[in-house]
Structures are given as structure tokens and as C-alpha cells.
Nanobody
Framework: QVQLVESGGGLVQAGGSLRLSCAAS????????MGWYRQAPGKQRELGAT???????NYADSAKGRLAITRDNAKNTVYLQMNSLNADDTAVYYC?????????????WGQGTPVPVAS
């Protein structure tokens, strides 16, 4: 079975930075696109950023310039560097990974890591 283990969340002051990590594992699986989504209180889950295995990135418009997504394919780990955080960034951040084991590919979610931003 596939597991996504997130870390790095926690309380941060407005204007501060935080780095989230998500390590994916699963016997016989490889991981294609990975990404981060977030869900603010009372709102729907929305895209933060995604990155392909080859390093092609995609960001939500609200995230451009403040978020940077990277990955380490050898470790099956994706990172999200978040800078200049403000109260609107308060949310639970979820890791997503598309796990492939021939002939199927399926999306998996992490358990979520809370990021409260104190203004």
C-alpha cells in the first residue's frame, strides 16, 4: 500500500517561512506527479503547486512568487518552501502523489499538516 508522510507544518508568524516535506512509499510503486494542496477553514481544497517526475512545475496564481516546490526522486519526497506567509495562508496542507504500478496509476493523499499563520 502507498503511504504519504507529511512533516514540517506548525504555527508560523505572518511574514515568516516554512518548509513542508512529504515522503512517499509503497512496495513496487513509482511516483509520477506530486504536489501540495491546501484547505482553509470553511473552504474547498485548492491547488498549491505540483511537480512532475521530470521537474515541470505548476503553481496556483495565488502561490506564484511565494511558494517553491521541489522533489527528490531518489527519496520519493516532495518539498514545499513557503515564504512571506500571511493569515490567508492558514490552512491544512495536503500532499498528493500519483502512484504507478503497472498497469495502473492512482492518486493518493497524505493525512494533512496544519499551518496556522499568526498575524
Amino acid at each position: 500500500q502507498v503511504q504519504l508522510v507529511e512533516s514540517g507544518g506548525g504555527l508560523v508568524q505572518a511574514g515568516g517561512s516554512l518548509r513542508l516535506s512529504c515522503a512517499a512509499s509503497g512496495s513496487g510503486f513509482s511516483f509520477n506527479a506530486m504536489g501540495w494542496y491546501r484547505q482553509a477553514p470553511g473552504k474547498q481544497r485548492e491547488l498549491g503547486a505540483t511537480i512532475t517526475r521530470g521537474g515541470i512545475t505548476n503553481y496556483a496564481d495565488s502561490a506564484k512568487g511565494r511558494l517553491a516546490i521541489t522533489r527528490d526522486n531518489a527519496k520519493n519526497t516532495v518539498y514545499l518552501q513557503m515564504n512571506s506567509l500571511n493569515a490567508d495562508d492558514t490552512a491544512v496542507y495536503y500532499c498528493n502523489a500519483r502512484a504507478y504500478r503497472a498497469p495502473y496509476e492512482k492518486a493518493y493523499w497524505g493525512q494533512g499538516t496544519p499551518v496556522p499563520v499568526a498575524s
